[in-house]
């Protein structure tokens, strides 16, 4: 079974200048998420999504951040424009199901990352 | 607001020891708790998953422990290797999901 798949693995941009990273999850899992772990800390959620329908999204700084998972497949995660802060690696997960306790549907598997670097 | 902690920051132990990862949360109203692996410039690698509903999980050398009510998860890893030598974080399922920073594991030879 294949994993979950990102890209591009790295990238470096200006600040002001816009990014979007690209996820595919496992084949069939309804649930996907999109994480910033910045150096030295654990990753934080941005937003979840379950089918194409937004779960949580209370941590993506929405005046620059957007993301999107058309046909409840497939998702980009944008930023725009970029400041110094953003620098870090962005992940995905994905996971079979929804957040409903009593299920391992909800475990999640994790890609390799994008590292982002913003100068 | 949910908060997790994991104690400690870093450890180093010599290879063969049995060994006790800790993990705190502040609320206690979640629906799993996740342990996971990463090695340097690599994503997350799921270890166990308890529901909220179980009290532990075992794969292998490894065992998770569950205690809502106290907050509490440990990750016991048995007869360590040099092998083990990675970050450990554990992640609560709450709204939203919040991982805690990790431990630094090094398994000396």
């Known amino acids: 079974e294949a994993g979950v798949a990102q890209s591009p693995r790295y990238k470096i941009i200006e600040k002001r200048q816009s990014v979007a990273f690209w996820c595919n999850p496992i084949?069939?899992?309804?649930?996907l998420y999109w994480y910033q772990q910045i150096l030295g800390q654990g990753p934080k959620l941005l937003i979840q999504f379950q089918n194409n329908g937004v779960v949580d999204d209370s941590q993506l700084p929405k005046d620059r951040f957007s993301a999107e998972r058309l046909k409840g497949v497939d998702s980009t995660l944008k930023i725009q424009p970029a400041k110094l802060e953003d620098s870090a690696v962005y992940l995905c997960?994905?996971?079979?199901?929804?957040?409903?306790?009593?299920?391992?549907?909800?475990?999640?598997?994790f890609g390799p990352g994008t590292r982002l670097t913003v100068l | 607001k949910q908060e997790v902690t994991q104690i400690p920051a870093a450890l180093s132990v010599p290879e063969g020891e049995n060994l006790v990862l800790n993990c705190s949360f502040t609320?206690?109203?979640?629906?799993?708790l996740q342990w996971f692996r990463q090695d340097p410039g690599k994503g997350l690698t799921s270890l166990l998953l308890i529901q909220s509903s179980q009290r532990e999980q075992t794969s292998g050398r490894l065992n998770a422990s569950l205690d809502k009510s106290s907050g509490r998860s440990t990750l016991y890893i048995a007869a360590s290797q040099p092998g083990d030598s990675a970050t450990y974080l554990c992640a609560v399922g709450s709204r939203p999901l919040v991982f805690g920073k990790g431990t630094r594991l090094s398994v000396i030879a």
């Open positions: 084949s069939g899992h309804a649930t």
């Open positions: 997960a994905s996971s079979p199901g929804g957040t409903s306790g009593g299920s391992s549907y909800n475990e999640q598997f």
């Open positions: 609320d206690s109203a979640i629906y799993n």
